[in-house]
């Protein structure tokens, strides 16, 4: 067990909805990033959040956003679903943004967009 | 070109085989390096960091190449439970912390 925490496990939207997934960092850890592993390949970064701002960003369009709490936790919201949206989303927490902090992550939320 | 270049495998080995698997990174400016390993439906979690003296854990040992930008990790009698997705992983400098994956290299080890 990790300590970091994602809701729901599994997700089920149709195309041009939206969705909130959600992250609770392991305790202690004030950083928060999103990934996106599609089926057969290894996770892609979404976005990461440090101390409540967003502190980096990968090749993803605006309508995937996200938001970090006080107490760490965070968000990630993705509009207008498209088919290609279906993935396993992680979020992993650590302390810091310094490259050798170890990442851990939580179970992931699978999404399915119909 | 993928930043991070693995082999997909599978790999399908018997028990007590040694493995090894290799990695290819693209970004010179690379800085960390790991290897994660991610059992089906489930998250990555880390096996072991990788640095350029090499280092083992057990029946694992990792080696990076820096001047050819290449990592490797190498498993020694294989057991059932080894099987899983291993995870090439780098980092680069930048704001954030970002984990580049490459694909992911399937070993399946057989009784």
């Known amino acids: 067990e990790t300590g970091v925490t994602q809701s729901p496990t599994h997700l089920i939207k149709t195309r041009g909805q939206q969705v909130t997934l959600r992250c609770s960092s392991q305790?202690?850890?004030?950083?928060v990033s999103w990934y996106q592993q599609a089926l057969g390949q290894g996770p892609q970064f979404i976005f990461q959040?440090?101390?409540?701002?967003?502190?980096g960003r990968g090749n993803f369009p605006p309508r995937f956003s996200g938001l970090q709490f006080p107490n760490y936790s965070s968000e990630l919201n993705v509009n207008a679903l498209e088919l290609d949206d279906s993935a396993l989303y992680l979020c992993?927490?650590?302390?810091?943004?310094?490259?050798?902090?170890?990442?851990?992550f939580g179970q992931g939320t699978r999404l399915t967009v119909v | 070109r993928k930043e991070v270049e693995q082999d997909p495998g599978p790999f399908n080995v018997p028990e007590g085989a040694t493995v090894a698997f290799n990695c290819t990174y693209s970004?010179?400016?690379?800085?960390?390096f790991f290897w994660y390993r991610q059992d089906c439906r489930k998250e990555p979690k880390l096996l072991m960091s990788v640095y350029s003296s090499g280092n083992e854990d057990g029946r694992f040992t990792a080696q990076l190449n820096r001047a050819s930008q290449y990592i490797s990790l190498l498993i020694r009698d294989s057991k059932l439970s080894d099987s899983a997705t291993y995870l090439c992983?780098?980092?680069?400098?930048?704001?954030?912390?970002?984990?580049?994956f490459g694909s992911g290299t399937q070993l399946t080890v057989l009784p």
């Open positions: 992983v780098v980092t680069t400098p930048g704001s954030a912390r970002q984990l580049t």
């Open positions: 305790s202690g850890h004030n950083t």
């Open positions: 959040y440090y101390r409540e701002e967003e502190n």
């Open positions: 992993a927490s650590s302390t810091g943004t310094a490259l050798n902090t170890e990442a851990f």
């Open positions: 970004n010179s400016a690379s800085q960390s």
